[in-house]
């Protein structure tokens, strides 16, 4: 059976949800800018697949791979692992 699940991106409930990830994301980039230790993050991959067939799973892989960039530009060393195998992508 394929459906869509009922998650309207324009509906009240999305839009305050949206409004509530978009300051935390902000407030955790900011600390992170602002960090004087070293600190590692680990994520996913989440551009490197199929495009997802519902709309939630669509916007999760938008917002998480925007996060990634994000993140990335404020780090001072990148790395991408695939099969335990690192690649540095920054410097």
Same mark, same amino acid.
């Given at each position: 059976?394929?459906?869509?699940?009922?998650?309207?991106?324009?509906?009240?409930?999305?839009?305050?949800?949206?409004?509530?990830?978009? &300051?935390? &994301?902000?407030?955790?980039?900011?600390?992170?800018?602002?960090?004087?230790?070293?600190? =590692?993050? $680990?994520? #996913?991959? $989440?551009?490197?697949? =199929? $495009?997802? #067939?519902?709309?939630?799973?669509?916007?999760?892989?938008?917002?998480?791979?925007?996060? #990634?960039?994000? $993140?990335?530009?404020?780090?001072?060393?990148?790395?991408?692992?695939?099969?335990?195998?690192?690649?540095?992508?920054?410097?």
């Amino acid at each position: 059976m394929d459906f869509e699940l009922p998650l309207a991106p324009d509906s009240a409930t999305a839009d305050a949800d949206y409004e509530v990830w978009r &300051r935390e &994301r902000t407030a955790f980039l900011d600390a992170l800018s602002a960090c004087k230790s070293d600190v =590692i993050i $680990v994520t #996913n991959e $989440v551009g490197t697949g =199929i $495009v997802p #067939n519902n709309a939630a799973s669509r916007v999760f892989r938008d917002e998480q791979g925007w996060l #990634n960039q994000a $993140v990335a530009a404020v780090c001072d060393e990148v790395f991408f692992v695939t099969a335990g195998l690192p690649l540095r992508l920054k410097p």
